[in-house]
């Protein structure tokens, strides 16, 4: 059960979320590939080939080997890439392709996390063209993402600059602890593989989410919460629910629905009144499997 509003005398806390199984159902670099395709960045044999390793992913999940093969394989596979020509092809799919996929549990975990004052920040290990605009939808504070070297003529040279991955995510988590004042004993972890145990390690509250068997043998043994994901749902299904205003980002991208976001915004003023005056705030329970 998550605590109740942040006690803002306190050192700051956030909520750590690996994306790919644990926030949406598939691997987020992988589900662009019919995109990537269909804009001529890959050939069809290419994009049958990330369909199977998705298959795989999902069968599965994946170790540190097959992670490995899977970030060489990619890196080979978009040198060359035109970056600006990526983040339009990301940007044109995004909604169709990712907002059906995300679970339904996790949407409500992370709404759950800023309305308890935590700051919630995605650390992936896509790269930072996909990562971050998923983030951005989600309402994410931050984002930790893979990112690969651009050449001076925009294009990926097919080199890693920053991998995202195993201790690598773990040193992210604790040098944002320190630059953003988090008190890492407060703070909570989501993942679904045992490759970032080292990231759940680092937090007072970590959660294995739809584990792998290997992290669920760790969790078992050290008591850590278990949670189920299983449900998809599309974001503007989940609208009714929310409590909260939309996140900045998200307004940005909302421009054309105005006229909701006054009206969200006169609510908001009025929880902000009722705040002032002492109204009470209720907790947000998950179930544990």
Known sequence: MLGLVENHSLPRAAAFFDLDKTVIAKSST??????????????????????????????????????ERMREYLSALCKGW??????????????????????????????????????????????????????????????????MVVGEDGCFTGEVEYYAYGPTKAEAVRELAESEGYDLARCYAYSDSATDIPMLEAVGHPHAVNPDRALRREAVAREWPVLTFSRPVRLKQRLPEF?????????????????????GLVWYAARRRQAALGAPRTAVGFART
């Open 82 to 147: 035109n970056v600006a020509q990526v983040k339009e092809l990301v940007a044109e799919t995004l909604h169709d392709l990712i907002d059906p996929i995300i679970y339904d549990e996790a949407a409500s975990l992370i709404e759950a996390h800023h309305a308890a004052g935590r700051d919630v920040v995605i650390v992936s290990t896509s790269g930072a063209e996909v990562v971050e605009p998923i983030g951005e939808m989600l309402g994410a504070d931050r984002v930790v993402a893979t990112r």
């Open 243 to 263: 409590r909260m205003p939309p996140r900045p980002a998200l307004v940005a991208a909302a421009a054309v629905g105005a006229a909701a976001l006054g009206a």
């Open 30 to 67: 992988l589900t662009f590939s019919k995109s990537f395709y269909r804009g001529g960045l890959i050939s069809r044999r290419a994009a049958l080939r990330t369909a199977y390793i998705q298959f795989v992913f999902l069968a599965g999940g994946a170790d540190h080997d097959q992670m």
